[in-house]
């Protein structure tokens, strides 16, 4: 697969067969994503994977917290804007209406909503879930090559036939998820990413993003 049959046909899927994903093509993934790109090759990402039992423990421990009220501290970071001026804002608004008319719940229906919502912490039913982390000592700059490594995750597994769906949710969480993964107090819970063969015929996974024309976001210098 060339890398922009990769970067073309990756999006973000939210239904997963049960076929189960080999630990070895688990490993073929992360091993070469590790030749990601980092500023002064800090290579500073920290990753927790989990399958089988482990990953349903982790989601059935998420789930129990939400139906308790146990919301715990929050995410550690910002995951959006505190502000969004106009075109992120429609942006974000728009891919969440053409998601959600997909999955027939219309605008107002909380209980709707909050059962999708739900899903992305059994990660969409996929069989492997990964945490991405990043020690709290790091700077912004180690934040872009977690980003980068994760991008490395997500193209890799499409040369091996699988899909995944980066989700910011697990953040939310992060108290939970720290406590079931064991993770140390001085990583920060980044996002989950959801890993494994989707289901093509599922109507959630037909939504394709739109992508803003490069001439909104390019400048050009040549003199």
């Known amino acids: 697969m060339r890398v922009s049959e990769a970067i073309n046909s990756r999006r973000s899927m939210r239904v997963f067969t049960p076929e189960p994903v080999s630990k070895a093509d688990v490993e073929w993934i992360v091993t070469n994503a590790n030749r990601a790109a980092s500023n002064g090759n800090l290579q500073p990402w920290k990753l927790h994977i989990t399958m089988g039992k482990a990953r349903q423990r982790l989601s059935a421990a998420i789930l129990k917290a939400m139906d308790d009220g146990d919301s715990g501290p929050g995410a550690e970071y910002d995951v959006y804007p505190k502000e969004f001026t106009p075109v992120y804002d429609a942006r974000r608004k728009l891919v969440g209406k053409q998601l959600y008319t997909l999955l027939n719940v219309p605008r107002g229906d909380a209980a709707g909503m909050l059962k999708q919502f739900r899903k992305n912490y059994d990660f969409f039913d996929a069989p492997v879930g990964m945490i991405l982390c990043v020690e709290r000592r790091m700077g912004n700059g180690q934040w872009i090559d977690c980003g980068i490594f994760l991008d490395q995750l997500m193209l890799l597994a499409r040369e091996k036939g699988l899909h995944t769906c980066p989700q910011a949710a697990f953040s939310r969480y992060q108290h939970v998820v720290r406590r079931e993964l064991k993770i140390p107090d001085d990583q920060v ?20 993003t739109e992508r803003a024309p490069i001439q909104d976001f390019t400048t050009w210098h040549s003199e």
């Open 189 to 208: 819970v980044i996002c989950g990413l959801a890993l494994g063969h989707a289901d093509p015929d599922a109507v959630p996974n037909c939504l394709i």
